[in-house]
């Protein structure tokens, strides 16, 4: 008997309905079961991860398929870009909690401003259940940077200061020896010694930006005698000590260094130190991670150049972090922990070579023999070079800040941009040093204001 009169199926037809309805509970009950821990769905996960484009990145993409093999429900697409880009593109997505990416590499500087506004995850809690992590492995000056209120909110893929490497081969053709401690001058003096029509002298970073050009520039003004803003939040960019210390540096670029120096940036002097275009190169220690050829062989490695202080050396971290607005937490978690761990530091050593260890991160790295016969010339200079980076006490006098070569608050990304703009027209011969500080010191006041009240 029919119910459709009643407005309703006959039994046929609701039991095709009950089957049909169970089946679809199963299929989705299977779903859920294979989604898996850290949020969403399929039974394989991919993790977008944004990275800073230089060679420590490079090669671990190179070796994504060895965490693929321990790891087959997740897979990882690293999107590698320009440093400045890079920070374009993770401040405004994880502004805007639109969940773009599942991790990002990020310095010193985000880190403590963007746990504070609780824009990045906590991972401390995640490593509390990670037996084998070793956080108190992690150099502690590293540690301590990447840390707000006492927990980790970033893991360090690799640490650095800066320091001077210079071509010994090309020094000693000139009769010139370089001290383990330089100051500026001596550095200037043996640019132009050696500086020709076929090699320069030195390569410093012309490329525009808070993070290229002005990170070496900023620890030439520190050790000048020069500093941001006085304890009362007053710009300080209209002071003898900025006009010597930016004079200084530009004239030596215009004088000795690399041509083009206003598209260099920390790539292109790596990669004109490498071809044996520069005689010397003053950046991040990492840099020495990456020599071939002839620049590996005879490579000699200096500290920072000072002038007044004593110490001049950056402090950095390029680490990840984890955004709060990820749906993957677990699984990004579960990336960046084998990224940042002892055994990855093993398997690059042992699969690219020892030399292409990411450094200043691990204390037990400093202890492997392989290690120390790869890096014998460079890892004495970058662990002592990181132990006196004090991000508290980087100037002369008292400052209100913290940062080296940046000043930690959330108006100098834009702040050190537009500065470092004014100073790239300076080395393309668009103003003088004078007309350049006039205008950066007006920046700087706009911002200082804000904290004065």
Known sequence: MSDSK?????????????AMTAIGLVVALVGAACSGAGGGGGSSKTLTVAAVDNPQMADLKKLLSDFHSAHSDIDVKIVTLPEDQLRQQVTQDVAANSGR??????????VPLWAKKGWIENLSPYISKSSDYDVNDLIPGIKTALSYQNNLYAVPFYGESSMLMYRKDMLAAKGITMPDHPTWDQVAAAAKAVHSSSTSGICLRGLP???EQLAPL???VNTFGGRW???QWNAQLNTQQWKDAVTFYINLIKQAGEPGAGNAGFVECLNAYNNGKVAMWYDATVGASNFTGDAAKNSGYAYAPTKVKDWSGWLWAWSLGMPSSSKKKDAA????????????IKLVGTKLGWAHVPPGTRTSTYALSEYQQAASGFAQVTMESIAHADVTHATVDPVPYVGIQYVD???FQQLGDQVSQE???????GQTVDQALVKAQALADAVGKKYKT
């Open 6 to 18: 009643f407005g309703f199926p006959d039994r046929q037809h609701r039991w095709r309905l009950v």
């Open 101 to 110: 990416y599942d991790l990002f590499t990020i310095g010193t500087y985000e």
């Open 209 to 211: 930006g808070w993070g």
């Open 218 to 220: 900023d620890t030439v």
């Open 229 to 231: 803003f006085d304890q």
């Open 333 to 344: 978690w579960t990336f960046a922990d084998w990224a940042t761990s002892k055994a990855y």
């Open 409 to 411: 608050i959330d108006e």
């Open 423 to 429: 100073f790239a027209k300076v080395i393309a011969g």
